[in-house]
């Protein structure tokens, strides 16, 4: 039997690939902002409709540069989710600020905004919040919230290309958002990433930022890093868009067919479909409750690997708990995100997972049922 694993690459057929990168060979540019980049970056600025995208290496450094782009005062405190990839805080710590961990709301798994305003102290600059698995944050809770105190909102949107809410792209809330596209993600440049947000000033800083701090032939502004993306991806990307309205159907139809196994099985939580959402079925958790179920997470997870499927633990543990923070967090503080994080197992998902594909692991699913 073939082997399933939690996510599968969408890739272009190898010749429409060669065929974009064939000028390359001619011209010998292979990265710093050259025709592709340029290219790409015109073609997202269209498709999330958002005046400015600026293209990265990754979604990591996307994220650290645009909150060192925001030059928070230096003992500052930014509000977050512990419940994400590693990348979120780091990129948090990682410009020398402290995160403050809120807890998330049970049914979207995002930052629940009633929770944020018991946490704000003197010190609070910025929110980032995280549109987890490709669920859309409350943005007009948070904004309310950020306007009241003079935050900043930075939306860690990794997970959220193409998504919309009340017909506005995810790209456009808060401050800046930072979108990932990596090789795992709905749309990929194999490694990459994006900031996107309305705010002219923040152009000049970002590009410099991506590059050296370099702000023309002879002035070196900040003392920035390299995270330029490199032609090779945004061809990839380039190929990438042009089928992405498929990509979504495939998992479009993948994910109906989870829910029409899944949905309604005692012990088994799922997110229900956003209101007002349009998604881009970029994740499919699963939360297990033993007590009804009659299997952990873990059972499950066993008996999927069992048969050659690879679920995840996305998000376990919570980024609080990191051995890297030396218990500087009470986890119990979040409670929610605690108890979602110690269940949840987010299942295979991808253009290609056929129909067949998640009959199969849905009856593995329900064979752990007691
Ligand atoms: N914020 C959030 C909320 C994020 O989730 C992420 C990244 C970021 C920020 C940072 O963005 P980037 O800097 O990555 O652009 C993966 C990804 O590496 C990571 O991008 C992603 N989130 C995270 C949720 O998942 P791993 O360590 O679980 O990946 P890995 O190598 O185990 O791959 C998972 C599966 O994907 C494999 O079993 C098979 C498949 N796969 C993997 C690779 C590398 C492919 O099909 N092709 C591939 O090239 O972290």
């Keep these: 039997m073939n ?20 000028d390359l ?29 600026i293209l990265y290496t990754n979604g990591h450094l996307a994220l650290e540069n645009v909150i ?12 977050t989710t512990p419940f994400t990839f590693a990348s979120t805080t780091h990129a948090i710590v990682r410009n020398g600020l402290k995160p403050v961990f809120c807890d998330i709301d049970p049914i979207s798994f995002t930052m629940d905004p009633a929770k944020i305003e018991s946490l704000i102290t003197d010190k609070t600059c910025a929110i980032v919040p995280v549109h987890v698995y490709g669920n859309i944050c409350d943005v007009d809770g948070i904004r309310q919230i950020a306007d009241r105190h003079n935050l900043k909102v930075i939306y860690d949107a990794a997970h959220a290309f193409g998504v919309k809410y009340k017909g506005i792209s ?12 990596h090789a795992t993600k709905v749309f990929n440049t194999i490694e990459g990433g994006a900031v996107c947000f309305h705010d002219d000033s923040f152009v000049r800083t970002l590009n410099a930022l991506k590059n050296f701090g370099i702000n023309g032939p002879d002035e070196v502004e900040y003392a920035g890093g390299n995270a330029k993306m490199s032609e090779f991806q945004a061809a990839m990307g380039i190929c990438n868009l042009r089928h992405l309205d498929d990509a979504i159907e495939c998992r479009k139809k993948a994910v109906e067919r989870y829910r029409s196994h899944l949905e309604g099985v005692a012990g088994i939580q799922l997110n229900p479909i956003q209101k007002g959402v349009t998604s881009n079925y970029a994740y499919f958790p699963a939360v297990f409750d033993e007590t009804v179920f009659g299997a ?21 543990p919570l980024t609080s708990t990191f051995a890297c923070f030396n218990n500087a967090y009470d986890a119990s503080e979040t409670p929610i995100a605690l108890n979602i994080s110690r269940r ?26 007691k």
């Design 68 to 79: 060192a782009a925001l030059d928070l005062p230096k003992d500052g405190e930014v509000i």
């Design 3 to 22: 082997s399933i694993l939690v996510t599968r690459s969408s890739m272009p057929d190898y010749e429409e690939y060669c065929e974009e990168i064939k």
């Design 170 to 181: 995810a790209a456009c809330f808060g401050d800046a958002s930072m979108f990932s596209f």
């Design 25 to 53: 060979w001619d011209s010998h540019w292979l990265t710093n902002m050259g025709v592709k980049h340029q290219q790409l970056q015109k073609e997202l600025e269209e498709l999330l409709d958002v005046p400015h995208v």
């Design 296 to 316: 952990t997470r873990n059972e499950v997870m066993d008996a999927l690997a069992q048969n050659g499927i690879g679920a995840r633990k996305y998000f376990y």
């Design 344 to 369: 949840v197992l987010t299942l295979p998902l991808y253009e290609e997972l056929s129909t067949d594909d998640v009959d199969r692991i849905c009856k593995v699913i329900l064979d752990c049922k």
